[in-house]
């Protein structure tokens, strides 16, 4: 079983960037989708983008497509998301999550392990 630990987060003005990173012990990362999510309050828990065992592809919601990029370094057992030109709206706990099965999903019941969650204020 793989445990996910998520760090980088913290609070930065609309239009800076962050980096999150996930690290992955206790499985063969290698072995696993990786996925990240956000939650804010009030709210369901929202996709934001996977990336395949590989690195060979990744998927994005459109919400964050083009200011998120996914990335991995299973030499690493870390999976990271490069955030640029946050906005207030993105403030939320993000989380990384893996999957220990085949296919690309991009719902909550698709992955099988979580991480606890890294803040993220941004204001404005």
């Known amino acids: 079983q793989v445990q996910l630990v998520e760090s980088g987060g913290g609070l930065v003005q609309a239009g800076g960037s962050l980096r999150l990173s996930c690290a992955a012990s206790g499985g063969t990362f290698s072995s696993y989708a990786m996925g990240w999510f956000r939650q804010a309050p009030g709210k369901e828990r929202e996709f934001l983008a996977t990336i395949n065992r590989s690195a060979g592809y990744t998927y994005y919601a459109d919400s964050v497509k083009g200011r998120f990029t996914i990335s991995r370094d299973n030499a690493k057992n870390t999976v990271y998301l490069q955030m640029y030109s946050l906005k207030p709206e993105d403030t939320a706990v993000y989380y990384c999550?893996?999957?220990?099965?085949?296919?690309?999903?991009?719902?909550?019941?698709?992955?099988?392990?979580w991480g606890q969650g890294t803040q993220v204020t941004v204001s404005s």
């Open positions: 999550a893996a999957r220990d099965r085949t296919g690309v999903v991009t719902t909550t019941r698709g992955f099988d392990y």
